[in-house]
């Protein structure tokens, strides 16, 4: 079964940059679709940014587009979240979460997505 674990949160002044970590293991990494997702307190789960297992998708929350940027490495079986010019509003709990192998579909939906990690905090202080 697939495992995740996140890593790289912590506390960053607005305006700062963190890189998030998410480190896959149980199957095959580079057949499934990866994503981040985040919680803000007292909110619902939204999605912040996908890539397909292919590498050639990768769609963006408008809200965090140009901010930051996803990526994989397959060879690490990991798949990053760069965050740069952070925000206060960026603050939540941010998860890593796997697709189905060979998955294709929206990449958006909490739906879309079967395996998910413990979260890791990401606070930003303004």
């Known amino acids: 079964q697939v495992q995740l674990v996140e890593s790289g949160g912590g506390l960053v002044q607005a305006g700062g940059s963190l890189r998030l970590s998410c480190a896959f293991s149980g199957r095959t990494f580079s057949s499934y679709s990866m994503a981040w997702f985040r919680q803000g307190q007292g909110k619902e789960r939204e999605f912040v940014a996908s890539?397909?297992?292919?590498?050639?998708?990768?769609p963006y929350a408008d809200s965090v587009r140009g901010r930051f940027t996803i990526s994989r490495v397959n060879a690490k079986n990991t798949v990053y979240l760069q965050m740069n010019s952070l925000k206060p509003e960026d603050t939540a709990v941010y998860y890593c979460?796997?697709?189905?192998?060979?998955?294709?579909?929206?990449?958006?939906?909490?739906?879309?997505?079967?395996?998910w990690g413990q979260g890791t905090q990401v606070t930003v202080s303004s």
């Open positions: 890539i397909r297992w292919s590498g050639d998708i990768a």
């Open positions: 979460a796997a697709s189905v192998p060979y998955y294709s579909g929206t990449y958006r939906a909490q739906t879309d997505f079967v395996s």
